[in-house]
Each structure stands twice: as structure tokens, then as C-alpha cells.
């Protein structure tokens, strides 16, 4: 009888104990780290349904709760329950919040949209087919001259005139053309004396298109455009200007298109600048590095307070994104490849540094002890015995780094950093998504060859 | 001959590695220094070539006194001094070539040797070396692409480039089994009798007996005994060290 009472006694102490404070009745039968998770755990799944305020998850607590006041009964008996059912509940609670905070909804997919940009991306805008061109032109006098030079020009067969030889804005003009490729479309535009091309077309907003008969020749009548003078220092003076005729036809075979060439100059610009950041970051990253090792620099106070210091400005820099980085060098270099390789020298810099620092601590002192022992001195010891242990990880970090700079200098374009990523963010601002899709495609490929080179070298040096 | 007086070392932590050493070896001797682990016997071997600064004490070695000798000094006489390692120390991302030239360094123009500028005399001589201890088909190899045994005798190799009056020898087959540790005791052995001294530190009492003229023992860094090999019976052995002794025997065989 008095045995049952002394068994029973802490058996409703603990309930009681973990009734009142949670994991108490836990901790007071000397399980302390499970007492004390359990009122941690407790905290904060009750802080996150308190926050969230929705009545159903409170659900979640108040089962941790009484599968606590279980579990101090049930430990009080010499026997723990398993922790995986108050972990399922919280994780219930925080999946479901978690649910709803992000707003998943999927019906707000918009395939109509989706496609609209997805259908011209199965296009990338990379090469075209190459096209030959014709094109003649015959200058006019605007505004007219006491005697203004006959507006005829002749070239290489075809004849262009203009009648009368010179107008004033809006006068209306005969323009004719012969010589030209017959049946074929033909553009003809202005341009003014500082070479800008101005439309003819309705509202001198669209291209004047005509097509030639079957001898080549064309007449229309243009108007000369409002805005033709509005570049000129002085508008009474009389200026040559020009009426083009453009004809195109397909000459076989493809070329690379405007687009395609920029991607290429924005894929070149993106590798030369991961490449400049990591050599500048290995340059400072290289002495930096010895002072961030633990194993050279705990011999004495002073150069142990400098570890310290080394290594945690190398950390605080890591954990700053060079994306972060890039914004503040925008603005102090200004918008530009030379913005993004800054940044990720920087960023670089802390992460080589501390990366060829772990390689330092941990060479291998036998080697070093061998080549003292053959009568080496100093420097022949680092050459010998520490520089062969180095070497071929800090290379294989290095070109690891290179490999990450380039993913990274795409995505720093985006905030100005130049390079392909700046191409990127233009294309999608002018909803270009043919060039969008062209830039994607140069992406993957750089990254893959990249991957894969890297990973080859690396494998070679390891 | 080579004198060592009252040798003690204790470490910046306060342990005494070694207390109050004095023992001479003469010319010519294989001395094997036995102990337990943490007995002293690594300590002590560098202390001769001052890889470890002893605390107290001198060691003369045909009597020049190495504790006093400056760093130029230290070098010339290191490079007389010959050591092979436990682990082999050898760099293992060089090939087998470079780490037994590296025994050279203390001849060669330091300058050439920073280029990794090799005459071919010493090419010549690394080669000869590499083939006196049968692997001088792997001269090419990475060191970390052979075996064990292969890289204790890469370490013999480059202990000979030094051209060595004396060799000291830290547990130098206490990391290979047992017919390997004979094969490269017998290179030793070798060596001991073209002249050389060889100090060896050895945890086998049947190797002990098979190889040593004579044997220092050391236990908690006090030398307890010194004299012929023959003299060391299983009960010294057992005195020496400890209860484990029995087991230490039971592996040699």
C-alpha cells in the first residue's frame, strides 16, 4: 500500500507539474533537455498560432500540450513516449500556416498569358536567314534654295528622282525610282541630314511599303516629314536630305541576327568579368588567407587577435550576397560590367580567402618536418614541402569560384552589372521574349560547358 | 660518435618529454631506442637534428656541439643527418622523384632549387638511390600512388641523397606489417654496415633483437636501460613496458 502511494505520488506531481508549465514534470524527473524542449517547442508552435489568429490551428498546441502531460505521466512510470507525435503536430500547424501565408492559389495560372510569352520564346531570336539588300537613295533640298541641284541620282544602273527638286516641311513630293529588283517589297523612308530616319508612312509612324512592277521601277508621292527640321541649328538654311529605297530578298543560309551578336557580346562580357573578379579576388585573397589560418597564426596573442579580426571580416563579407554588393557598386562606378566584376571580386575575396585558409590548416606537417630535417632552408621548405600541398587545391577552389562567379554575374546584370543578365533584363523589359529565350539558351550552355570543364580540371588537380 | 648529455625537453604545455638523458653512440652502431608510446623517443631523435629545441642539455656530435650551432651552421649538419618517419612524410601530390630530391636541398644552390632546377648529377644520383631500394621504376610515379612499403623506401631514398654520416629512423615501420617491416629494416641494416650510424626507434622485441648492436629504453622520458640487445630478456621487456608487453610481443609474431 505505502509502496503504491510512493509510486504514485510522482506520477501525479510530473502530470500536474507539466500541466502548469509544459516539459516542467519532464525536467523535474531529471530529463532536462527534454523538459526543456518540450516547453521551447510548445512556445513556438503557441507564439505562431497566437500571431496567425485562426482558430482551427490552435488545434495544434493544446495536442502538444496534453500529449506532454502523457508523456510526464508516462516518464514518471519509467516509460518516455515517442516525441514523433507532438513533432507531427507542429509540423502540421506550421505546413498549413505556411500554406496560407504563401498564398498558394493555384488558379490564378493564366495559361492564356503563359503562352503568349512561351509561343515566340520556341523562337530565340539567335540567327536568321541571311538576306541580301538593294538599296538607293537620291538626296532633296529642304528647305528649297534660290537655285536648288537637280534631286537625281544614278547608280550602278538604277536612276532615283524626286520632282520637284526641293520642298518645305509638309509639301508634297513625286518621288521615282527605277532599276530596282522587279515585283519586289520596298521600303522607302527619309533620312535627315544628321542621318536619322523618319517614316513616310500613315501618321509618320509606319514604313512606307510599296512593291515594285516587272521592270523594277516604282512612283509614289511622299510628304515631307513635320519633324524633318526639327534637329536643324537654323530651319531657313537649306539642307540635303535623303529618300531611301530598301529592297530585301533571301540570299541562302543564316547569319547570326542583331540579337544574336549582342548575346554573344553579353556571354563574352559575363565570363571576362567572372574571370577579372576572380583573379583580383585570388590576388588578395592569397596573403589573406594565411592570415585567417588557424594552425600559422595561434602561436602568440597578437597574431591570434589578427586571425580573429581576418576571419571574421572574411565571414561578415561572405554573408553578404554580391547581388547586395553589385547595387552599391552601381552606384558608386556607375552602371556596367566593371560594377558587377567589383562585386564579385569582393565577395571573392571572403569566400576564396576563407576556403584557401581551411586548405592551409590542414596541410600536412610531416613533409614540412622531413624537408627541415634534409638541411632545407626557409624558403626551400616552402617550396618543397608546403607549396606541392597547396597548390592544387587553391587551383581547384579558384577555377570552383570562376565557375560560381560566372552563375552569379548573370544574375548581377539584372541590377546593372552588365554582361548578359543586363541583355536579359532589357529584352524582358521590351517584351522581346524571342531574345529573352535566346539569352536562357546562352545561359544554360555557358553554365553546362562550364560545369563540366570546371568539374574535369578540378578532377584532374584533386 | 655522437654525445648526448643530460638531455631534457618539456613542452610550452608543461609536459616533460624528456628528463636528464646521457647516452654515447659510437660510430658505426644501430642503436634502437625502445618505449612506449608518449615515452619520449620521437622527442628525443629530434632533438639530435633540433627539429625539437631541446629545453636543457648538449648534444655533440664529433664535438661540435649542435644545441649552440646557428641556423647556417644547423643546416650544414642536418643535411649530414638522414631521417626517415613513421608515416613516411613524404609529399604525396609530388612525384616520387622530386621527394627524393628534395634530400639534396642542403647541397644545392638554394636559389636553382626555389626554380625546381635539378643538375643532372643529382637527377643521376636520386635514380641510384631509388634503385638501391628496388623502385626505381616508379621515379615518375605520384608518391601517393604507392603502396606503404614503396613510400618508407621513397623515405630511405631520400634519406641517402643526404649522403648521411647518421640516421635516424622514428618508428620507421611501425605503420607496415610485419615482412614489410623486416624488408625495410634490412635497407637499414644495409646502411649500418657501409658506415653509417643508424638510430632507430622500434616497439618489436623480435626486431629488436634481430637488428639492434645495442638499446636505449625510455619510459616516462627517463632512460631506464641501456646495453646489449641480448640483455633485454622478456621480463626486462615487461619492465619497460608495462603490463602490454605481452600483447606488444603477441603482434610481432
Not at chain 1, 520556341?122 to 534660290?146: A, G, H, K, L, Y
Request: with cysteine; hydrophobic share 45%.
Amino acid at each position: 500500500m505505502s509502496n503504491e502511494t510512493a509510486t504514485r505520488r510522482p506520477v501525479v506531481r510530473s502530470g500536474v507539474a507539466s500541466a502548469v508549465v509544459p516539459g516542467l514534470g519532464q525536467f523535474l524527473l531529471g530529463e532536462r533537455y527534454r523538459g526543456v524542449g518540450i516547453l521551447l517547442g510548445f512556445l513556438v508552435i503557441l507564439a505562431t498560432v497566437i500571431w496567425y489568429g485562426k482558430p482551427l490551428w490552435y488545434a495544434s498546441p493544446i495536442l502538444i500540450w496534453l500529449w506532454n502531460v502523457w508523456d510526464a505521466i508516462s516518464l514518471a512510470g519509467g516509460r518516455a513516449r515517442s516525441i514523433l507525435l507532438p513533432l507531427f503536430f507542429g509540423l502540421a500547424a506550421a505546413y498549413g500556416i505556411g500554406w496560407q501565408v504563401v498564398e498558394i492559389d493555384f488558379s490564378k495560372a493564366n495559361m492564356d498569358r503563359a503562352l503568349a510569352i512561351l509561343r515566340p520564346m520556341t523562337r530565340p531570336d539567335f540567327i536568321q536567314p541571311r538576306r541580301e539588300v538593294n538599296q538607293m537613295w537620291v538626296p532633296v533640298q529642304v528647305p528649297c534654295s534660290s537655285q536648288p541641284p537637280a534631286a537625281r541620282r544614278e547608280d550602278a544602273g538604277r536612276v532615283a528622282t524626286v520632282i520637284p527638286d526641293c520642298g518645305g516641311v509638309g509639301e508634297t513630293l513625286i518621288v521615282n525610282v527605277t532599276g530596282m529588283w522587279a515585283n519586289a517589297e520596298t521600303s522607302i523612308f527619309w533620312q535627315n541630314p544628321i542621318g536619322n530616319p523618319l517614316m513616310l508612312g500613315e501618321g509618320e509612324i509606319s514604313m512606307l511599303t510599296l512593291t515594285t512592277d516587272e521592270s523594277g521601277s516604282l512612283t509614289t508621292t511622299i510628304r515631307v516629314p513635320s519633324t524633318a527640321l526639327v534637329a536643324a541649328p537654323d530651319p531657313t538654311l537649306p539642307q540635303f536630305h535623303r529618300v531611301y529605297f530598301e529592297q530585301y530578298r533571301p540570299a541562302g543560309g543564316y547569319e547570326l541576327s542583331f540579337i544574336g551578336g549582342e548575346v554573344l557580346k553579353g556571354a563574352l562580357a559575363t565570363i571576362s568579368m567572372a574571370l577579372m573578379a576572380t583573379g583580383l579576388a585570388m590576388l588578395f585573397a592569397v596573403p589573406l588567407s594565411f592570415l585567417a589560418a588557424r594552425n600559422l597564426m595561434s602561436g602568440n596573442p597578437v597574431t591570434y587577435a589578427v586571425y580573429v579580426i581576418v576571419r571574421t571580416l572574411l565571414n561578415i563579407l561572405r554573408s553578404i550576397e554580391s547581388l547586395i554588393i553589385a547595387i552599391i557598386f552601381v552606384v558608386i562606378v556607375g552602371l556596367g560590367p566593371f560594377a558587377g566584376m567589383l562585386a564579385l571580386a569582393l565577395h571573392s575575396v571572403a569566400a576564396l580567402g576563407k576556403l584557401y585558409s581551411e586548405v592551409i590548416e590542414g596541410i600536412d606537417p610531416g613533409p614540412i618536418e622531413a624537408v627541415r630535417a634534409t638541411g632545407a632552408n626557409w624558403l626551400q621548405v616552402v617550396r618543397y614541402a608546403v607549396i606541392p600541398q597547396i597548390i592544387p587545391p587553391f587551383t581547384a577552389f579558384t577555377i570552383y569560384r570562376w565557375d560560381i562567379n560566372v552563375r552569379s554575374a548573370t544574375v548581377i546584370g539584372l541590377v546593372g552589372g552588365g554582361g548578359i543578365g543586363y541583355l536579359l533584363i532589357e529584352l524582358i523589359r521590351v517584351n522581346n521574349m524571342r531574345g529573352v529565350s535566346a539569352v536562357f539558351i546562352a545561359i544554360a550552355f555557358i553554365v553546362i560547358v562550364l560545369d563540366y570543364v570546371s568539374a574535369k580540371l578540378r578532377e584532374r588537380l584533386v | 660518435m655522437l654525445k648526448i648529455q643530460n638531455l631534457s625537453k618539456t613542452y610550452p604545455n608543461g609536459t616533460q618529454a624528456l628528463k636528464n638523458v646521457s647516452f654515447d653512440v659510437k660510430d658505426g652502431e644501430f642503436l634502437v631506442v625502445i618505449g612506449l608510446s608518449g615515452s619520449g623517443k620521437s622527442t628525443l631523435l629530434r632533438c639530435i637534428n633540433r627539429l625539437i629545441e631541446p629545453t636543457e642539455g648538449k648534444i655533440f656530435w664529433d664535438d661540435v656541439d649542435i644545441t649552440a650551432a646557428p641556423p647556417a651552421e644547423l643546416r650544414r649538419i642536418r643535411r649530414k643527418i638522414g631521417m626517415v618517419f613513421q608515416q613516411f612524410n613524404l609529399v604525396k601530390r609530388s612525384s616520387v622523384m622530386t621527394n627524393v630530391l628534395s634530400g639534396r636541398l642542403g647541397y644545392v644552390n638554394p636559389w636553382t632549387s626555389l626554380l625546381g632546377i635539378w643538375a643532372q648529377e643529382d637527377k643521376q644520383r636520386a635514380l641510384q638511390a631509388l634503385d638501391r631500394v628496388g623502385i626505381a621504376d616508379k621515379a615518375y610515379s605520384r608518391a601517393d600512388a604507392l603502396s606503404g612499403g614503396q613510400q618508407q623506401r621513397v623515405g630511405i631514398a631520400r634519406a641517402l641523397m643526404q649522403d648521411p654520416k647518421l640516421i635516424l629512423a622514428d618508428e620507421p615501420v611501425a605503420s607496415l606489417d610485419p615482412v614489410l617491416s623486416h624488408s625495410i629494416l634490412q635497407y637499414l641494416e644495409g646502411l649500418n654496415k657501409e658506415g653509417i650510424t643508424v638510430i632507430c626507434s622500434l616497439h618489436f622485441l623480435d626486431l629488436v633483437h634481430r637488428y639492434a648492436t645495442r638499446v636505449v629504453a625510455l619510459k616516462d622520458g627517463v632512460k631506464v636501460f641501456e646495453g646489449s640487445a641480448k640483455e633485454i630478456d622478456r621480463a626486462k621487456f615487461k619492465e619497460i613496458y608495462g603490463e602490454e608487453a605481452q600483447e606488444v610481443r603477441a603482434a610481432s609474431l
